[in-house]
């Protein structure tokens, strides 16, 4: 094993390395760190680590809530990963000596009107189908539960296995384990992956992995908002609570400092501005179902872009003619729950040059086209220069 270092490096100033990651997000420094831990020489670049969509994300560690019509090889990866989660939050705890706001209680799932019931019922059934833990509850049954829940919510269920963390402790955590077991982190664009000098690359760019590989990635944007329980107090509720609201889909992450986070739109836009209409359905639909926001104050409002693909599953594996360049992009919404799987996987190819069979759905080649190269055109044309920070 490399011996633990803290290092940070301009570009242009690092001695060859088994493995270069580009992104310092939750995903590239969570392969960084399994990759020193191996005993490899690694380095990570970013010209501005953590901020990417994991500045805004709410850390929702959701398997069951996430599982949607037509994704059962990515609800099986959910559930992989969720369940290699508290053994990852206690690694890095120990490692770092740094809480990440690891939470257990849960997640309710809720409708406020009988056509909002309805709507989420249909999606329950086709969850308990797959065998996921989903318990269906009564108004009074939610209500005993989360006793602020308004009065007019029709019913709901229970996600006892849907947990959160917090991303914003997440990744400097993260950074700080992959800097103590040796990894050298290059604050810098990379225009092309040609310019690194390792022998295998990880890209793990997020939506600038399209760039860099002619993958089919794009941005998709999502509003959040960051409510705080008035004088810092508790917010007054503990589960995580995802709804419909006459239509809108929402959720609300209660953390132990007082914040709650409301998030979020699904936008195919590349934009990152915060509109006033986005924020206006966040909060109505919060407060229908949960009364007592309407008193919190309103502290942030962001926007990030999620990579998304055209099937909604990561990329994950060997560049088409390329085993020297390894994929781990193209999490969209599920990117802090799918890290600790991510990072086992890539690490354990790159060292044993064997894939798991868990890689199999969501190699880059699904995406090929008949000339054997990637159909980067099955997604939305790679950013340009100007708008690409890793370009």
Request: with cysteine.
């Amino acid at each position: 094993m490399l011996s633990a270092r803290s290092t940070s490096t301009p570009a242009g100033d690092v001695a060859r390395a088994d493995v270069a990651v580009v992104g310092a997000g939750p995903i590239g420094l969570a392969v960084a760190w399994r990759c020193a831990a191996r005993g490899l020489r690694v380095t990570v670049h970013d010209p501005a680590p953590g901020s990417g969509a994991s500045a805004v994300a709410a850390g929702m560690l959701a398997p069951v809530s996430e599982a949607y019509f037509g994704e059962r090889d990515l609800t099986g990866l959910l559930v992989e990963s969720a369940g290699r989660w508290p053994a990852f939050a206690a690694e890095l705890t120990e490692a770092t000596g740094v809480g990440l706001g690891y939470r257990t209680d849960g997640t309710l799932l809720v409708g406020l009107t009988a056509d909002d019931l309805a709507e989420a019922r249909r999606l329950w059934a086709y969850q308990q189908e797959l065998d996921l833990p989903v318990t269906p509850l009564r108004p009074s049954e939610l209500r005993d539960r989360e006793p602020a829940l308004a009065p007019r919510v029709r019913g709901g269920a229970f996600a006892a296995t849907d947990h959160q963390v917090d991303p914003r402790l997440l990744v400097p955590a993260l950074r700080t384990a992959a800097e103590r077991a040796g990894v050298v982190l290059v604050r810098g664009p990379v225009r092309a992956l040609s310019d690194l000098d390792a022998t295998v690359t990880v890209v793990a760019a997020g939506c600038g992995a399209a760039a860099l590989t002619g993958l089919p990635v794009r941005p998709v944007k999502g509003q959040v908002l960051r409510l705080r329980a008035p004088g810092g107090g508790t917010p007054g509720f503990r589960h995580v609570i995802r709804g419909y609201a006459d239509g809108e889909q929402v959720y609300l992450v209660p953390r132990a400092g007082g914040e709650v986070v409301v998030g979020a739109t699904v936008e195919e836009r590349r934009d990152t501005d915060v509109s006033a209409g986005a924020v206006l359905r966040l909060l109505r639909a919060a407060v229908d179902l949960l009364p007592e926001l309407a008193e919190y104050d309103l502290i942030e409002t962001a926007a990030g872009l999620r990579p998304g693909t055209p099937d909604n599953a990561p990329i994950l594996g060997p560049l088409p003619g390329r085993p020297d360049v390894l994929a781990a992009t193209g999490h969209h919404r599920h990117g802090i729950v799918l890290t600790p799987v991510t990072a086992d996987l890539i690490a354990d190819l790159v060292t044993t040059g064997v894939p798991d069979p868990l890689l199999a759905p969501f190699r880059p080649d699904r995406f090929t086209g008949p000339s054997g190269s990637v159909a980067a055109d099955r997604g939305e044309p790679a950013r340009t220069s100007e708008e690409d920070p890793w370009n």
